[in-house]
């Protein structure tokens, strides 16, 4: 193996949602390499605000109102060769509802107020 590389399936994360994270090897030649049996951990570089389990899910816990992305990166060990992925830096942010509110006369009552 050559060079790994870490992966997700989001280029964003809300809180309380989730992102796989993956990892893939690349041959001397630049195919890529099979990893089936590697030991691949993964790591988060804000653990106050993020989990990355063995497997390589990623959830956003907390939020602090100022970071707007964490790094996250692997190291994969396979025939005695340690390798580490580059960074790779994903945006966090708040959960975001959108409630549309057009055609709902009589499905519900309002009290209060909004803001």
Do not use: C
Not at 15 to 30: E, F
Not at 33 to 59: E, M, P, W
């Amino acid at each position: 193996m050559r060079a790994v590389a870490i992966l997700s399936n989001q280029d964003e994360l809300q809180m309380t949602r989730a992102a796989r994270l993956s990892v893939i090897g690349y041959l001397d030649n630049g195919l890529i390499g099979d990893l089936t049996h590697a030991n691949v951990q993964y790591f988060v570089d804000r653990t106050d605000l993020a989990v990355v389990d063995s497997s390589g899910l990623l959830t956003i816990q907390s939020l602090d109102g100022a970071t707007d992305h964490i790094t996250v990166w692997a190291t994969v060990t396979m025939d005695g060769v340690n390798l580490t992925t580059p960074p790779l830096a994903i945006t966090i942010k708040d959960l975001t509802f959108i409630v549309d509110s057009t055609n709902t006369t009589g499905l519900y009552t309002t009290e209060g107020s909004w803001s």
